[in-house]
């Protein structure tokens, strides 16, 4: 349910260019990245959320979960995109 309601139906595909480039790099592609981060966010138990982040150290996307209002890059060094 969270991803169908993040695009209107038959628009939800991603398009070329440098995000597409780095989920690939990173995830081995778009299903992927969506099968790990609803994985990984799917196990936070009460308040929390999950993030797609990016790492400016190693250039690569990174899912990662914060409890409560927990900011991601103040406390993982991740900025955060999704």
């Given at each position: 349910l969270f991803w169908e309601n993040l695009?209107?139906?038959g628009s939800s595909?991603?398009?070329?260019g440098a995000l597409k480039a780095a989920i690939t790099e990173s995830f081995g592609g778009f299903?992927?990245?969506k099968k790990e981060m609803?994985?990984?966010t799917i196990a936070v138990q009460g308040s929390g959320w999950g993030?797609?982040?990016y790492n400016p150290k190693t250039g690569?996307?990174?899912i990662a979960t914060r409890a409560n209002q927990d900011p991601l890059q103040a406390t993982t060094g991740l900025v955060p995109l999704l």
């Amino acid at each position: 349910l969270f991803w169908e309601n993040l695009a209107s139906k038959g628009s939800s595909e991603i398009k070329d260019g440098a995000l597409k480039a780095a989920i690939t790099e990173s995830f081995g592609g778009f299903e992927d990245m969506k099968k790990e981060m609803s994985a990984t966010t799917i196990a936070v138990q009460g308040s929390g959320w999950g993030w797609l982040g990016y790492n400016p150290k190693t250039g690569r996307l990174e899912i990662a979960t914060r409890a409560n209002q927990d900011p991601l890059q103040a406390t993982t060094g991740l900025v955060p995109l999704l």
